[in-house]
């Protein structure tokens, strides 16, 4: 993705990464990050720069699509996969232990939205963990408030980039070290 102003008021950013289709009407979501540069208008070299950087996304694009591969070749258990949850629970909700997050399994984190995403390999687990930490829509909990009173609890979708982007971040690097500590 290349984000440029026209009238060079802002930098050019470009952005590697992996995307998927979530829907007949062509509505894709970013699954994996695989870099980010930004170059200055106001650089003589700024063309270079850019060519440059572009070079670097595609050679981290490569790499990151053979991690890919690799994670849909390779099973987990059920222990692994609630570990990589529980990674992806806490990017989300957070390492302090709070009423909401004592009533969130992370457990929650496994459920398939889509039946693309079920499965056993390291890559479909992945996908739904993401999913659910980033939309979150799907995981809803019953809590009970001090007045005994029972409120519904969903979680909500991120919508900041930043926050966005440091999960997915946090998720990916976890996965790839799974595939290095089998």
């Given at each position: 993705v290349i984000i440029n102003a026209h009238d060079g008021s802002s930098s050019v950013n470009l952005m590697a990464g992996m995307f998927r289709t979530v829907c007949e009407n062509g509505l894709i979501v970013a699954t994996a990050n695989y870099?980010?540069?930004?170059?200055r208008h106001s650089r003589k070299t700024a063309a270079v720069d850019a060519v440059e950087a572009a070079h670097r996304m595609i050679e981290c694009a490569?790499?990151?699509?053979?991690l890919v591969r690799q994670m849909q070749q390779m099973i987990l258990s059920r222990r692994q996969q609630s570990e990589l949850a529980q990674i992806g629970h806490q990017l989300r909700l957070g390492p302090k232990k709070t009423e909401l997050t004592e009533a969130i399994s992370p457990d929650l984190f496994?459920?398939?939205?889509?039946p693309e995403d079920e499965g056993y390999t390291l890559w479909a687990t992945f996908n739904?963990?993401?999913?659910?930490?980033?939309?979150?829509?799907?995981?809803?909990?019953?809590?009970?408030?001090?007045?005994?009173?029972?409120?519904?609890v969903k979680l909500r979708e991120i919508s900041g980039i930043s926050q966005s982007m440091d999960m997915n971040k946090g998720l990916w690097c976890a996965a790839v070290e799974m595939m290095v500590d089998k």
């Amino acid at each position: 993705v290349i984000i440029n102003a026209h009238d060079g008021s802002s930098s050019v950013n470009l952005m590697a990464g992996m995307f998927r289709t979530v829907c007949e009407n062509g509505l894709i979501v970013a699954t994996a990050n695989y870099g980010h540069e930004t170059i200055r208008h106001s650089r003589k070299t700024a063309a270079v720069d850019a060519v440059e950087a572009a070079h670097r996304m595609i050679e981290c694009a490569e790499e990151s699509e053979l991690l890919v591969r690799q994670m849909q070749q390779m099973i987990l258990s059920r222990r692994q996969q609630s570990e990589l949850a529980q990674i992806g629970h806490q990017l989300r909700l957070g390492p302090k232990k709070t009423e909401l997050t004592e009533a969130i399994s992370p457990d929650l984190f496994l459920k398939a939205i889509r039946p693309e995403d079920e499965g056993y390999t390291l890559w479909a687990t992945f996908n739904r963990i993401q999913e659910n930490m980033i939309r979150g829509g799907g995981i809803q909990v019953n809590l009970v408030n001090s007045a005994r009173r029972r409120k519904l609890v969903k979680l909500r979708e991120i919508s900041g980039i930043s926050q966005s982007m440091d999960m997915n971040k946090g998720l990916w690097c976890a996965a790839v070290e799974m595939m290095v500590d089998k």
